[in-house]
Antibody, heavy 122, light 111 residues
Framework: QLQLQESGPGLVKPPETLSLTCTVS??????????WGWIRQPPGKGLEWIGS???????YYNLSLKSRVTISVDTSKNQFSLKLNSVTAADTAVYFC??????????????WGRGTLVTVSS | QSVLTQPPSVSGAPGQRVTISCTGS?????????VHWYQQLPGTAPKLLIY???NRPSGVPDRFSGSKSGTSASLAITGLQAEDEADYYC???????????FGGGTKLTVL
């Protein structure tokens, strides 16, 4: 059964770079059937899509974060990563990684990691 | 402010039926993009509840159903149970934003 696990520092100082990795186990990140993505949830608030990547390296980013976000994939390690630079307190959130199914009229997140809380504070 | 609009809260007594609406626009739901629903129990990750408007993943009870019409979609829950108390999010794709968009979430309280 495929599982996703986020890892990375729980505390980041402004205006440094937030870096997280999602490790995929029980299946291959190189599957042509899926994309992979990051979603975040500030404390007490709703969900926000950050960006997505295909195993080939093709990326899609939330336009509101695009200037600060980089998502990359390492197929040899079955991992994909998130970098968000110039962070502020507004970037404090639980960060989830997820598997994505994409079709002509749909794009949805069918499996999620448990999430990791990242706090931005000096 | 979310691209998809949901009521902040709904409530119902055990055994009752509740619905949660999700209103979009001509660049997402109205453009023909499908709607998906997630259930988030307190302190846990979201879980896919309904995909492509009406489909339930394996293991999701048939008490949960989805529908879509025009620029809106709805999630219906029948036979409410205490364990249904959670936050529910709708999600679609937006062609103007070129990415996934979520509703603001609806907190379901079982009275």
């Amino acid at each position: 059964q495929l599982q996703l696990q986020e890892s990375g520092p729980g505390l980041v100082k402004p205006p440094e770079t937030l870096s997280l990795t999602c490790t995929v186990s029980g299946g291959s990140i190189s599957s042509r059937s899926y994309y992979w993505g990051w979603i975040r949830q500030p404390p007490g608030k709703g969900l926000e899509w950050i960006g997505s990547i295909y195993y080939s390296g093709t990326t899609y980013y939330n336009l509101s974060l695009k200037s600060r976000v980089t998502i990359s994939v390492d197929t040899s390690k079955n991992q994909f990563s998130l970098k968000l630079n110039s962070v502020t307190a507004a970037d404090t959130a639980v960060y989830f990684c997820a598997r994505i199914l994409v079709g002509g009229t749909y794009w949805y997140f069918d499996l999620w990691g448990r999430g990791t809380l990242v706090t931005v504070s000096s | 402010q979310s691209v998809l609009t949901q009521p902040p809260s709904v409530s119902g007594a055990p055994g009752q039926r509740v619905t949660i609406s999700c209103t979009g626009s001509s660049s997402n739901i109205g453009a023909g993009f499908d709607v998906h629903w997630y259930q988030q129990l307190p302190g846990t990750a979201p879980k896919l509840l309904i995909y492509v408007n009406t489909n339930r993943p394996s293991g999701v009870p048939d008490r949960f159903s989805g529908s879509k019409s025009g620029t809106s979609a709805s999630l219906a829950i029948t036979g409410l149970q205490a364990e249904d108390e959670a936050d529910y999010y709708c999600q679609s794709y937006d062609s103007s934003l070129s990415g996934a968009v979520f509703g603001g979430g609806t907190k379901l309280t079982v009275l």
